[in-house]
């Protein structure tokens, strides 16, 4: 299974947010938690809906999300 499917867009749920299998757990929860220190035993421990499965899945998202983002070159000085 593509980890990517395991995120879920619904217009209705998290103002259409990227949630994790339809749950209300959001990709960017998921990602504040790692960047605050959490450890992904806490994070599982804390939300005993997820897998360890959606957490690589929460990391492939933001990953491919990065890809896509444009780099502007910084500014000539004159």
Known sequence: MDPLERITLEPGKRAGRPCIRGLRITVYDVLEYLAS??????ILAD????????????????????????????ARSS
């Not at 220190?37 to 806490?42: F, K, L, N, P, R």
């Not at 809906?49 to 890809?67: G, K, N, Q, S, T």
Request: hydrophobic share 45%; no cysteine; aromatic share 6%.
């Open 37 to 42: 220190g959490m450890t992904e035993a806490e």
């Open 47 to 74: 939300f005993p809906d997820l897998e360890p499965e959606d957490i690589r899945a929460v990391l492939a998202f933001a990953a491919v999300r990065e890809r896509r983002l444009v780099s502007i070159p910084p």
